[in-house]
């Protein structure tokens, strides 16, 4: 089955607010990423009851929401292997009030973290580069959720933005692409992190 194409931010929420869940949609996707940034393979076996469990406490998750889980996967995962694109990060857009997209931001870099954590376990970050872009993603997962709606505080949130799509996609390059392609592979130009 092909997975969906319509999927944005506002469907995903409305999705899962219809089945009851209090996950948002940014969480959801950034655990997916996380986990796909940390190595896993949509083959593997067991992903998605670790995603239930963080869905619904008993892992019982109705039919539609695992379809919803399996889109949201393969779609960011087919996203993530266009490595001259940034990471893909499901995130309200400019329509909706600057304080809410600053929550989804930090809710976002709190499910990456999360994600990524459950995929490598207690194994210690040896790469200095994914060492300082978790670092970052954590530094941002840590925001106060204040902000006004004015063009300053856009231009603000639009650059967080994009520091998290560089910061993933040097994790995944770092972890993902340079195990696939050997070592030899160069780290993308103008991808790096200040």
């Known amino acids: 089955m092909e997975p969906r194409k319509d999927l944005n931010y506002e469907k995903v929420e409305e999705i899962l607010a219809e089945a009851d869940l209090e996950l948002t949609a940014a969480e959801l996707q ?3 990423c996380g986990m796909i940034s940390a190595g896993l393979k949509l083959s ?3 992903w998605q009851d670790s995603i239930a469990v963080l869905v619904r406490e008993d892992g019982q998750v109705p ?3 695992q379809r919803l889980i399996n889109d949201l996967a ?3 995962e087919a ?3 266009h490595h001259d694109l940034l990471a893909p990060t499901l995130l309200p ?3 909706y009030p600057a ?4 929550e989804a931001i930090t809710l976002w870099c709190q499910g990456f973290l ?4 459950l995929q490598t376990g207690d194994n210690p970050i040896e790469n200095t580069d994914v060492r300082e872009a978790i670092a970052d993603l954590a530094d941002i997962s840590q925001l106060m959720i204040e902000a006004d709606d004015d063009e300053e505080t856009q231009e603000a949130l639009f650059t967080v933005a994009e520091h998290i799509r560089v910061a993933v996609q040097v994790i995944y390059w770092e972890i993902v692409m340079k195990s696939q392609a050997g070592e030899t592979a160069e780290t993308p130009k103008n991808e790096t992190i200040h």
């Open 93 to 95: 857009d400019e329509d």
């Open 44 to 46: 593997d076996e067991g």
């Open 114 to 117: 999360l994600g990524f954590g």
């Open 79 to 81: 996203e993530m292997q």
């Open 63 to 65: 039919e539609n929401i």
């Open 99 to 102: 304080v809410d997209q600053l």
């Open 30 to 32: 950034a655990t997916l």
């Open 74 to 76: 393969h779609w960011t």
